[in-house]
């Protein structure tokens, strides 16, 4: 006999988009823009940076539902180009 299990997390449409190893997250200050990242950058100290920035501003609760970044789309891209070099 099969025990079947609840699903503890909803998969949307949105998640089939993002790869294996990467995670999705919305940045901007006033309007969000959603970015695929490797989830390697959320261990490097200037990424830590934006997730403290984060973390500041919303706390644990995001308003777009998953992690929110409040910062510039031209500082997050300046970052993030960094990250893959």
Not at 17 to 36: L, M, N
Not at 62 to 71: E, K, W
Request: charged share 25%; aromatic share 8%; proline share 7%.
């Amino acid at each position: 006999m099969a025990i079947r299990m609840p699903r503890i997390i909803k998969k949307s449409s949105a998640a089939k988009d993002v790869p294996k190893g990467h995670c999705a997250v919305y940045v901007g200050e006033e309007q969000k823009k959603r970015f695929v990242i490797p989830i390697s950058f959320l261990s490097h100290p200037l990424f830590q940076n934006l997730l403290s920035q984060a973390e500041e501003e919303f706390g644990f609760d995001h308003p777009m539902g998953g992690l929110t970044i409040p910062c510039r789309e031209d500082v997050f891209i300046n970052v993030t180009s960094r990250l893959r070099n």
